[in-house]
Nanobody
Framework: QVQLMESGGGSVQAGGSLRLSCAAS????????MAWFRQTPGNERERIAT??????????YADSVKGRFTISQDNGDNTHMYLQMNTLEPEDTGMYYC???????????????????WGQGTQVTVSS
C-alpha cells in the first residue's frame, strides 16, 4: 500500500504562485503514475496534472492549467512529487489531492479510475 501526504497549500492573491508537495511512502516502487487532482466549488473532481514515474517522465496537463502549472518529481524518485502553480486565478481555489496508480495500460495514458491511492488533500485559496 502507498501512503500520500500533501503540503504547501495556502492563501494567495490572484497572479501569485504556490508550490504543492506530495510525500509518498510505503510500497512506492509499484507506482506507475502519480497525479494531482482538484475539487473546486461547484465542480467535479478534475485531474489536472499527471507524471509517469516509469514511463520516461511523461506528463499530461488539463487544458485549465496548461502553461501555468508544472508537475515534477525528484530525479524520477517516487518519494516526492510537486506541483508548481503560477499565475493563479480565483477559479483555482479548491482542495488539491495527490494520487497514485500502479496500473500500466501498455503505454496508454492512465484513466481517472486507475488512481486508487490518495492523500488527504491541501486547500488552495486564491483571492481576487
Amino acid at each position: 500500500q502507498v501512503q500520500l501526504m500533501e503540503s504547501g497549500g495556502g492563501s494567495v492573491q490572484a497572479g501569485g504562485s504556490l508550490r504543492l508537495s506530495c510525500a509518498a511512502s510505503g510500497f512506492i516502487y509499484s507506482i506507475i503514475y502519480m497525479a494531482w487532482f482538484r475539487q473546486t466549488p461547484g465542480n467535479e473532481r478534475e485531474r489536472i496534472a499527471t507524471i509517469g514515474t516509469r514511463a520516461g517522465g511523461t506528463v499530461y496537463y488539463a487544458d485549465s492549467v496548461k502553461g501555468r502549472f508544472t508537475i515534477s518529481q525528484d530525479n524520477g524518485d517516487n518519494t516526492h512529487m510537486y506541483l508548481q502553480m503560477n499565475t493563479l486565478e480565483p477559479e483555482d481555489t479548491g482542495m488539491y489531492y495527490c494520487a497514485a496508480t500502479k496500473r500500466w495500460r501498455s503505454g496508454y495514458p492512465p484513466e481517472d479510475q486507475d488512481f486508487t491511492d490518495w492523500g488527504q488533500g491541501t486547500q488552495v485559496t486564491v483571492s481576487s
